[in-house]
């Protein structure tokens, strides 16, 4: 299996700060890499797939970049509604696997 | 617009089998693949497995041994079993759409709202 790290574990943020979480594969997956957001009692949410391109109804200040073992999703001007803990997911090798998510919070 | 639902019993007795339904509205099963996950304090998010409505499943290794996945177009529904539960298995199990997006990178992009099950005698 992949093996997906992700840093910071835990972060604390101000409204209108500037995010950057990374996510890091133990092997070349290419493009294979989706984002995820996920608030308390909560199902995850799809923010950013294909490592870079924005799901439907997602605000612009979220986006991704990256490639093969290193990937980043940043959040611009951080809004109240973004406190949650984000996951990155690959799908490039059976099983998929998520990082273990990064924790935002004030 | 597409919504998914998760049901079945919250508490299962050890060596028992699990058993999930996902109920989809707002899109024919037929048309799409569709994936199970579960999330433990323990392990975090686990990829279960998915199913395509041709019969085609893929399965996690970890746990491909107890898991079966089916599905019934008649109800638009599509099932999970898991078979000699332990205490490891408790966990909120999510359903999910499993989507390739135009690049052809697979993702979760719906969810459903996620059930808890409890292994426990």
């Known amino acids: 299996d992949i093996h997906m790290t992700q840093s910071p574990s835990s972060l604390s943020a101000s409204v209108g700060d500037r995010l950057t979480i990374t996510c890091r594969p133990n092997?070349?997956?290419?493009?294979?890499l989706n984002w995820y957001q996920q608030k308390p009692g909560k199902a995850p949410r799809l923010l950013i797939y294909?490592?870079?391109s924005l799901q439907s109804g997602v605000p612009s200040r979220f986006s991704g970049s990256g490639s093969g073992t290193d990937f980043t999703l940043t959040i611009t001007s951080l809004q109240p509604e973004d406190f949650a803990t984000y996951y990155c997911?690959?799908?490039?090798?059976?099983?998929?696997?998520f990082g273990p998510g990064t924790k935002v919070d004030i | 617009q597409v919504q998914l639902q998760e049901s079945g019993p919250g508490l299962v007795k050890p060596s028992e089998t699990l058993s999930l339904t996902c109920t989809v509205s707002?899109?024919?099963?037929?048309?799409?693949?569709w994936s199970w996950i579960r999330q433990s304090a323990g392990k975090g998010l686990e990829w279960i497995g998915r199913?395509?409505?041709?019969?085609?499943?893929n399965y996690n290794p970890s746990l491909k041994s107890r898991v079966a996945m089916s599905a019934d177009t008649s109800k638009n529904q599509f099932s999970l079993k898991l078979t000699s539960v332990t205490a490891a298995d408790t966990a909120v199990y999510y359903c999910?759409?499993?989507?390739?997006?135009?690049?052809?990178?697979?993702?979760?992009?719906?969810w459903g709202q996620g059930t808890m099950v409890t292994v426990s005698p």
């Open positions: 999910a759409r499993w989507f390739a997006s135009e690049s052809d990178v697979y993702d979760c992009d719906i």
């Open positions: 707002g899109v024919s099963i037929s048309s799409y693949y």
């Open positions: 199913i395509v409505i041709s019969g085609s499943t």
């Open positions: 092997q070349n997956i290419y493009n294979y």
């Open positions: 294909a490592a870079s």
């Open positions: 997911q690959q799908t490039f090798s059976s099983p998929p696997t």
